[in-house]
């Protein structure tokens, strides 16, 4: 099982007669203003966001479960969404994950990190991940 590549985005459009995948406003920095000081972190930006991902499984593994993890700049996992991974039959496998908004936690690198693991177990490994910079204008 690997995971290949994992972008976040503002829109994503499959393509009904190619299945071709179009991804739309590809996030790699947020500059928003610095919030108040009276204003107490973590909060939500209003913002919304995809990630997609591309797996690829052999025949003979066995059935995942996939996460994908936000990591904010003190290293600490901020939120966390978990699937099954549905091969369906298939060797490869498109994921997308929303999310109704950011969770900021301060100005600095954030990372979106997929994780897999057997069905039925505990032990995650992480697969991939991608930074997004949130800079304080």
Known sequence: MINY???????VVIDGDSNNLS???VIEQITIPAPAACVQLPVTI???MTTVGLWERDEN???YEGAIVLIGPDGHEISRGEQAL???GKSRLRTRTG????PLTGP???FIVSMSRPAGTEQWAEQCR???TIIYS
Do not use: Q
Request: charged content about 30%.
């Open 108 to 110: 600095g690198r954030y």
């Open 46 to 48: 209003p913002m919304e």
């Open 61 to 63: 593994d066995p059935d």
């Open 86 to 88: 549905t091969f369906e």
């Open 99 to 102: 999310f109704a908004g950011f």
């Open 130 to 132: 991608t930074p997004i």
């Open 5 to 11: 590549w994992i972008v976040g985005c503002r829109r």
């Open 23 to 25: 991804l739309f406003d």
